[in-house]
C-alpha cells in the first residue's frame, strides 16, 4: 500500500519544538513534492509548508516563517517539518501529502495524504 505517515506530534508549552516527520511507505520521496498542512478545529485546511522534489525550493505560510523549517532526507525517504516557539494558535491536526516534483498552492493537486499528527501548544 502506498502511504504516507506522520509522526511526532504531542502536547508543547508555548514557546517550546516539537519535529513532525513524514515518511513514504511503499514508494519512494524522490519525485515528489511534499507538503504540510494543517487544520485546527473549526477552521478549514491550510497549507503551512511545502518543499520540492528536488529541495531546491521550499515554501512557508506567512504564520509560520521564521519559525518552522521544513526539509527533506531522501535517503531516509522522509520529510520533516521543525517547528519552533510554537504558539497556541499552531494547535491543530498536521497532514502531509504529495504530489509530483513541485510545490503548489492548489491543495487538491496533492493527491496522497496522511492520517494527520495532533498538535497542541498549551501551558
Known amino acids: 500500500q502506498l502511504q504516507v505517515v506522520e509522526s511526532g506530534g504531542g502536547l508543547v508549552q508555548p514557546g517550546g519544538s516539537l519535529r513532525l516527520s513524514c515518511a513514504a511507505d511503499?514508494?519512494?520521496?524522490?519525485?515528489?513534492?511534499v507538503g504540510w498542512f494543517r487544520q485546527a478545529p473549526g477552521k478549514e485546511r491550510e497549507g503551512v509548508s511545502c518543499?520540492?522534489?528536488?529541495?531546491?525550493?521550499?515554501y512557508y505560510a506567512d504564520s509560520v516563517k521564521g519559525r518552522f523549517t521544513i526539509s527533506r532526507d531522501n535517503a531516509k525517504n522522509t520529510v520533516y517539518l521543525q517547528m519552533n516557539s510554537l504558539k497556541p494558535e499552531d494547535t491543530a491536526v498536521y497532514y502531509c501529502?504529495?504530489?509530483?516534483?513541485?510545490?503548489?498552492?492548489?491543495?487538491?493537486?496533492?493527491?496522497?495524504w496522511g492520517q494527520g499528527t495532533r498538535v497542541t501548544v498549551s501551558s
Open positions: 501529502a504529495t504530489r509530483p516534483f513541485d510545490c503548489t498552492k492548489i491543495t487538491a493537486q496533492f493527491d496522497r
Open positions: 511503499g514508494f519512494t520521496l524522490d519525485y515528489y513534492a
Open positions: 518543499i520540492s522534489s528536488s529541495g531546491g525550493s521550499t
